[in-house]
């Protein structure tokens, strides 16, 4: 979420922030084991379907939400530490997010609550080197507040409540999809 950033939210409100939403889900607590959605495996109904790439489809979404998954838990501590953001989030992406991260504690700030998604799965190249697949996203900042030393802090007036987001992923040799590039577009509301 970087190459444009947003006044004020800018470091909260990068590669993501925190899930939900937008019929989102919620954030989940940090811990060793991958929940089923963030899991590469999608379901046999997903592989099933009529779309020859709907298993890579199901797996680059799962890649995106585990992505603000992890983003979330460490948006609250300020700090990447006892995260899995490696297994989601490479490149570009992740350089951004530590970025993020750094200055955020730095300015003594955290984020809470969540963050609302509407991901969508583009365009999928597998024939690519490594295969890609491009995602778009509707951020909804709805219920999402960041805090500074404990102490709530106002939303800046030129930030949209809900806008339009984009984010390249790539399969790497273990089979797995990862986030390496994420760009909010705050000026394309949605």
Known sequence: MYR???????????????????????????????????????SDSASASADPKAKERAAV?????????????AYRKASPEGTRLETYVSGEALAMLRLDLRQMKEAGRRANGRVGHEPEVGRVD????????????CIDLADWQETRDGEPLPMPSEQPMRYRASAMAE????????????????????
């Open 4 to 42: 444009k950033r947003l006044a004020g939210a800018a470091g909260v409100v990068v590669l993501a922030v925190l899930l939900a939403g937008c019929g989102g889900e919620p954030a989940a607590a940090p811990g060793p084991k991958a929940s089923p959605e963030a899991s590469a495996e999608p």
């Open 61 to 73: 979404l799962a890649a995106y939400r585990g992505m603000w998954r992890e983003q979330a838990v």
């Open 126 to 137: 597998l024939d690519a080197s490594p295969p890609t697949a491009q995602l778009t996203d």
């Open 171 to 190: 399969q790497w040799e273990d089979g797995r999809w990862r986030i390496i590039t994420y760009t909010p577009h705050g000026e394309q509301t949605c």
